[in-house]
């Protein structure tokens, strides 16, 4: 390599060497033979393959790529029948497909306020709505999770278009938004509602349809995301509302214009979720009994409440954390820690994901293996 050429990158050394100090350094790892108490596989249509067993020979004559964006090439008939029946499903207007929950929220967040609006979103809503609001025009100002007190004062305080963005089902703590006083203040304070049900579609009401559904406020919503990578087992997200806003995002989401569209074969497994998800009434309430399970155990660390099938144990410090998790993966589990920065130091955890293929004994040997550790 010629003189004056060599890379220099003690600058990105530095900030790993940061993280390791701190105890906080990622690195990928496979999940292989343990007992899955990590994944997002919430019903087990991954793990059981119930997408594929519901295929037919047209799925194996599918594209890979769409060759382009949806304005330009990427556009075709079965990505808009798809979108047609997740509306349908979800009672709105409209619905617009991006390639995935972070795309949705970047997209969406980004371009739905302007300068002078203010977007106030929950302290602890997930990093792809804050990256969005971060790129918008608009101030962004959080509120105490789930403090409708604290949210009141902050929209009383908003300033030009107002927006409230919130979890249904959030992603690290495992409980519920309280919808029904925060679409009271949005009605209150004219302000827009915005809901992620990233984590509770599959999963909550009769057919999965999501919290805001199940609840009769989704009327209520300004928009209303669903991801697909969690309980209905496949890939993407989609945005319903109605048809202004999927005009709206077709001309202003960065993340949906600037991109090659989701292929053929993604938006065949999506219809075939919705066709599936529906119908796992028992897997339901499998998951229901397995949060009673866990939710009664008598264990010697601090617990989150949470009827959702993300279930935390507060184990302080990455370090600590971190050795939690490597006892209980040597005894066979899949567990794995959250650490400091992803949530707030002091509040690191286990984030113990309960599946419907989970069985009662195996979650009854994984407390047992938590009870015998001490804080």
């Known amino acids: 390599m010629p003189k004056g050429l060599a890379l220099k990158e003690d600058f990105l050394s530095a900030r790993i060497n940061e993280r390791i100090d701190q105890d906080s350094f990622r690195e990928l790892k496979l999940s292989t033979g343990k007992i899955d108490f990590c994944s997002n596989d919430y019903l087990g249509i991954v793990k059981n393959r119930l997408l594929e067993k519901n295929s037919d020979k047209d799925a194996f004559t599918l594209a890979h790529g769409s060759t382009g964006s949806r304005l330009l090439t990427g556009n075709y008939g079965l990505i808009e029948r798809t979108e047609d029946k997740i509306a349908k499903f979800h009672d709105a207007e409209a619905a617009l497909i991006f390639n995935s929950g972070y795309d949705a929220n970047l997209g969406i967040m980004s371009a739905i306020a302007g300068r002078g609006d203010t977007i106030i979103y929950d302290q602890l809503s997930h990093a792809s709505i804050r990256d969005g609001i971060r790129l918008s025009l608009a101030s962004g100002i959080s509120f105490l999770h789930n403090d409708c007190k604290d949210l009141e004062k902050k929209l009383q305080a908003a300033q030009g278009n107002k927006f409230v963005v919130t979890e249904t089902i959030f992603s690290m703590d495992g409980d519920y938004s309280p919808l029904n006083e925060i679409v009271g203040l949005c009605k209150k304070y004219d302000a827009h509602l915005i809901v992620d049900e990233a984590h509770a579609i599959g999963v909550i009401g009769k057919s999965g349809e999501g919290l805001s559904q199940m609840m009769n406020l989704h009327k209520d919503c300004l928009a209303r995301i669903y991801t697909y990578g969690k309980g209905p087992g496949c890939h993407g997200a989609a945005i319903t509302g109605s048809r202004t806003l999927r005009k709206f995002l077709i001309n202003f989401a960065r993340s949906f214009i600037f991109t090659t569209a989701m292929p053929p074969l993604g938006a065949w497994a999506i219809q075939k979720a919705y066709d599936t998800f529906p119908q796992m009434d028992e897997e339901r309430k499998k998951l229901e009994e397995l949060v009673g399970v866990f939710s009664n155990a008598n264990i010697p660390f601090t617990k989150l ?53 989970n069985t009662v004994e195996d979650l009854g040997r994984l407390i047992d293996v938590i009870s015998f550790m001490r804080p």
């Open 305 to 357: 409440n949470s009827e959702s099938p993300i279930q935390v144990v507060i184990i302080p410090g990455n370090s600590e954390a971190r050795f939690a998790a490597s006892v209980i993966q040597d005894k066979g589990f899949d567990v794995r820690a959250i650490l400091y920065p992803t949530v707030p130091k002091g509040l690191e955890r286990l984030r113990i994901v309960l599946h419907a293929f």
